[in-house]
């Protein structure tokens, strides 16, 4: 297939076809997504040292599946997290040492399992949402969608909720200095998530538990090789949980009721029918796509799409273009509630499919049946502004909400 770039000349590196920042920057990044897609589906970008960019379903399917040739040990994203400070495993693993931090994973975030943690969420989520609605507005961005994921991750990891603040403060100066390719502070403010993740780790290895107790001391109980998990990799493990549990979930919960707010016979709909949330929130996750993207780096030199792709490139897989991609899904830009089947990519695909999706899940099911039980109606009432890369979604998100009485009675709890 022959591709036409979108800047350059279009020979392959070292002309770049696009600049993701300057996209995001445009307003309407899927404006720029679905141009690639369709005229230059395997483009080159020199920003951040320079990575491919997959734009369709089943390259990032074929890229995402084939952990052989393209791993995950050397780079998770664009720009790149500094090389100094824990490992993010199993993100940041190949097989075999992944499939034994995975399991491990798996076993903590059971749906069953994480179905335990539902009515101590439901009361957070209670918590942070009756002020907004007894006051009619307020900004369900930073107010609401923003406070609850670490929340729900100090609850799966059994750590106190005051922690959550420490991390949020750190976790989002984090994610702001990598976007804005600052590496001095990054990497000051990692060092710091890092010390809190050792501390965990430390804290149970003093003071052991039962292995199905949580993930940590699981981890500690587990063996590669007949040998105890070095603690810096469980440390490491730790902190990918509660950075990539913050932001992108965030970004799901609030996107999600953007979309919500702009579609109000869709409200009217799910307060009939609160069976079809699920649905909702997959179709949601399909348009909104709140992690856009994740890094591979090829091991040998391999062709996709007309362009050869040498052993060491970044290869960057665009969730949020695959989850468009019209091949797969009609009619991409439309929210559709009948669509099946739901197999978009916001969790990723193959053996790095996001361990926590179900926490997630659980996450945007019950901030949608909580926002809609204690509301009529809810509305935008202002100017929405948006994190754009490497995740996406609402970071402002002003809303105006009609209280349904019974729930104003009841304090929230109705």
């Keep these: 297939m022959q591709t036409i770039p979108l800047m350059g000349d279009g020979g392959g590196r070292p002309g770049a076809d696009w600049d993701p920042l300057e996209a995001v920057g445009s307003g309407d990044p899927h404006a720029t997504y679905r141009r690639l897609r369709t005229c230059c589906p395997v483009a080159w970008s020199d920003r951040w040292g320079g990575f491919w960019t997959l734009t369709r379903?089943?390259?990032?399917?074929?890229?995402?599946?084939?952990?052989?040739?393209?791993?995950?040990?050397?780079?998770?994203?664009?720009?790149?997290?500094?090389?100094?400070?824990?490992?993010?495993?199993?993100?940041?693993?190949d097989p075999p040492e992944h499939a034994v931090f995975r399991r491990v994973l798996n076993r903590h975030f059971d749906p069953d399992r994480v179905t335990r943690l539902e009515p101590a969420f439901r009361a957070v989520v209670r918590r942070f949402l009756t002020p907004l609605v007894r006051r009619g507005e307020g900004d369900a961005g930073r107010e609401f969608a923003a406070r609850l994921p670490l929340r729900a991750v100090c609850l799966w990891l059994d750590v106190p909720e005051d922690d959550a603040e420490w991390i949020q403060a750190r976790s989002n100066r984090y994610v702001e200095a990598l976007a804005?390719?600052?590496?001095?502070?990054?990497?000051?403010?990692?060092?710091e998530l890092d010390g809190y993740a050792h501390r965990l780790v430390e804290a149970r290895r003093r003071q052991r538990r039962p292995a199905g107790a949580d993930a940590v001391s699981g981890l500690l109980a587990a063996r590669i090789r007949g040998r105890p998990i070095p603690p810096e990799w469980i440390a490491g493990c730790v902190r990918m949980v509660i950075v990539a549990g913050d932001r992108s979930t965030a970004n799901g919960i609030a996107g999600c009721l953007e979309h919500l707010a702009r579609r109000p016979e869709v409200q009217d709909l799910l307060r009939r029918r609160p069976d079809l949330i699920p649905a909702a929130v997959e179709e949601t996750l399909r348009l909104t796509s709140p992690s856009q993207v994740l890094v591979r780096t090829a091991t040998r030199e391999v062709e996709i799409g007309g362009r050869t792709i040498a052993?060491?490139?970044?290869?960057?897989?665009?969730f949020s273009a695959g989850n468009r991609d019209p091949e797969v899904f009609p009619d991409p830009d439309r929210?559709?509630?009948?669509?099946?089947?739901?197999?978009?990519?916001?969790?990723?695909?193959?053996?790095?499919?996001?361990?926590?999706?179900?926490?997630?899940?659980?996450?945007?099911?019950?901030?949608?049946?909580?926002?809609?039980?204690?509301?009529?109606?809810?509305e935008l009432a202002g100017e929405v502004t948006y994190n754009r890369w490497p995740e996406f979604g609402p970071c402002q998100l002003p809303l105006r909400f009609e209280v349904d009485p019974g729930w104003r009675e009841t304090g929230g709890t109705g």
Excluded at 181 to 186: L, T, V
Excluded at 311 to 318: N, R
Aim: hydrophobic residues 50%; aromatic residues 4%.
């Design 57 to 93: 379903y089943r390259d990032i399917v074929r890229v995402a599946g084939d952990a052989r040739t393209f791993i995950s040990s050397v780079q998770n994203l664009v720009p790149p997290s500094p090389r100094s400070g824990l490992a993010r495993k199993p993100l940041a693993s």
């Design 311 to 318: 052993a060491g490139d970044a290869v960057a897989m665009l």
């Design 335 to 378: 929210f559709l509630l009948d669509r099946r089947p739901a197999r978009h990519l916001a969790f990723g695909h193959g053996i790095h499919k996001c361990a926590a999706a179900p926490l997630a899940r659980l996450e945007l099911r019950v901030v949608v049946e909580e926002v809609l039980a204690g509301t009529r109606r809810f």
């Design 180 to 191: 804005a390719d600052d590496r001095e502070r990054a990497a000051a403010l990692s060092a």
